[in-house]
């Protein structure tokens, strides 16, 4: 073969493996684009809820209060039967860590949607941390962490003024944390107690911020008594002791309302059909996470020995099923989802990784095939799982043109929600989300603020605070937080609340003005309102149509 001929094919040749190794590169870009894009996404709804000034999900305006009640020095777990009857479900950390807030701005909504939201970002850098820690590849350690904050389910609940998140992040630390010190541990045979110290205290702090935490205490001394069985138990009964003597304290500094109110009130009954609808949800917006961190766990069973992630994720799936509880929902999978993007960052590193080591060449080529097609893959796959958990406000231009480009339409037709009021037709939402219709996600308006102002001249026309199922209304009016709604219903369903007191001032119309939005008091109580109260305003917001009612 002539001079020219060969020039010409190994020029051809040369273009080939330019192009085939500058194309994981590329996939890589765009995936890292993708899921920045939706880290902006989740920036914009934290800033549009630090704005809003009343609840957003039912219920903030009683974490609000609760952290309100701590910066007053008093406890939030009280006495249901007697007025104002308010009590807190939840355990303190939380709200301990919001009080400087408060004494600093006043009882602000923004205060601990901040908390919440510094939280999941926080959690998203320790699962990050541990997937570079162990493969050195930054757009990977990016990717498991972004993916993170882009699920559908991290975004909804991420900014709101509730302790979940805040529980997820504890939870995280301590897992990455204790991986790192058993691995150093094994790595020179030196115990590092004080490590383990830190890990227990994180458990601790978990477990005080949200009771669901007990599912990676389980998994973390699980996994302890694996490698090392006598210093498993060691740790877990002071553990316990610790936990216990401050369950034990709480109880009764608040006289026993502290166990009423945290344990039986949290007995709620299970809905099969709404655990069935959640998982399928959870794995058809998470699918390339979920499989492949099952798979790289099953790889673990089989093959090495369990890692602290494999049982964490694999607890953590099963305590999930609590979601179909009555007053749960999506945000019980969050500890999941974190696991999961850990062990998608570590299965794909060890791919990566083993690509290079076993090389895989055709012909005379320099190119590692192997490595190339699983690296091509990889980015592949991210933004084949960026797809599936689509979510974006379409309120601008600029938004809609985007959502429009890739597939999707620029608005939705929702009906608000209707309980206290006569249906209405669907109207168009600027927010597309592959979970489906959802209450959460799309970022609060002006109009929404005007409404909830509105809510708030109709309670201060009376001379009373309002009976309303939210606290937001009440905080603006300046006047005082009454009821918990769904605590009451918890307590009422377990036969653990007297309302005798509540209905008799319902029935002699001791409030000037009742709130509702949800109906979620008791069947008694709805029964009471009915009879004594009429609807004289309907206001929207947020999606909610709610009932202002005077009394007749």
Same mark, same amino acid.
């Given at each position: @073969? ?164 805040? @529980? ?372 929207? @917001? ?11």
């Amino acid at each position: @073969m002539s001079s020219p001929a060969i020039e010409s094919i190994e020029t051809k040749r040369a273009g080939w493996e330019t192009a085939v190794t500058y194309l994981p590169k590329i996939l890589i870009g765009l995936a890292l684009l993708a899921f920045v894009g939706y880290f902006v996404v989740y920036n914009m709804y934290a800033v549009a809820l630090f704005r809003f000034p009343f609840d957003y999900d039912q219920g903030e305006g009683f974490e609000l209060m609760d952290t309100v009640l701590f910066s007053q020095g008093e406890w939030p777990y009280r006495d249901n039967d007697s007025f104002p009857f308010y009590s807190s479900n939840y355990p303190p950390l939380f709200h301990v860590v919001i009080v400087p807030l408060v004494w600093a701005f006043g009882p602000q909504y923004w205060t601990g949607r901040l908390v919440s939201y510094l939280g999941t970002l926080i959690t998203a850098v320790a699962i990050g941390y541990a997937v570079q820690k162990t493969g050195k590849r930054w757009w990977l350690s990016a990717l498991v962490g972004l993916a993170f904050l882009a699920s559908n389910y991290v975004y909804h609940v991420g900014p709101l003024f509730r302790q979940h998140m805040f @529980m997820v992040m504890f939870e995280t630390v301590a897992v990455v944390y204790l991986a790192r010190t058993i691995e150093k541990e094994e790595a020179d045979g030196r115990l590092r107690n004080k490590r383990l110290l830190v890990v227990t205290l994180l458990l601790l702090a978990a477990g005080y911020t949200k009771q669901l935490a007990y599912a990676t205490v389980a998994a973390v001394f699980i996994f302890l008594f694996l490698r090392q069985p006598k210093r498993a138990v060691a740790w877990a009964i002071p553990f316990a002791a610790v936990t216990g003597l401050i369950f034990l304290w709480i109880n009764i500094a608040t006289d026993g309302y502290w166990f009423l109110n945290t344990v039986t009130a949290n007995i709620n009954p299970f809905v099969p059909g709404q655990a069935e609808g959640l998982f399928r949800q959870w794995f058809r917006l998470h699918m390339v996470l979920t499989v492949t961190a099952v798979l790289f766990a099953v790889y673990q069973l089989y093959f090495e020995r369990l890692s602290l992630y494999s049982i964490w994720f694999v607890v953590a799936v099963v305590n999930s099923i609590t979601a179909g509880k009555w007053g749960a929902g999506e945000s019980y999978f969050a500890t999941a989802i974190a696991a999961s993007c850990i062990l998608t960052g570590l299965a794909f590193n060890r791919l990566l990784n083993r690509a290079k080591t076993k090389q895989f060449t055709i012909h005379n080529s320099q190119l590692n095939i192997h490595y190339l097609a699983i690296a091509t893959v990889i980015p592949l796959l991210f933004l084949f799982q960026a797809r599936q958990m689509f979510h974006m406000p379409t309120h601008t231009p600029t938004l809609a043109a985007i959502a429009n480009a890739l597939g999707y339409p620029t608005e939705v037709m929702i009906p608000p929600q209707t309980s206290c009021s006569a249906p209405r037709d669907p109207e168009p939402i600027p927010y597309v989300d592959s979970a489906g219709v959802s209450l959460l996600g799309r970022l609060p308006t002006a109009e929404d603020t005007a409404a909830g102002i509105e809510i708030t001249e109709h309670i201060l026309r009376g001379e009373t605070a309002a009976f309303s199922e939210d606290a937001g209304f009440n905080f603006r009016a300046g006047r005082e937080i009454v009821t918990n709604p769904t605590q009451l219903l918890n307590l009422y369903n377990n036969n653990e609340v007297d309302l005798t007191e509540m209905l008799a001032m319902l029935n002699n119309q001791a409030f000037d003005t009742v709130v509702l939005r949800a109906q979620f008091y008791p069947p008694p109580v709805l029964d009471a309102i009915g009879q004594q109260y009429e609807t004289t305003t309907l206001v929207q @917001m947020n999606g909610f149509v709610y009932c202002i009612m005077r009394p007749r």
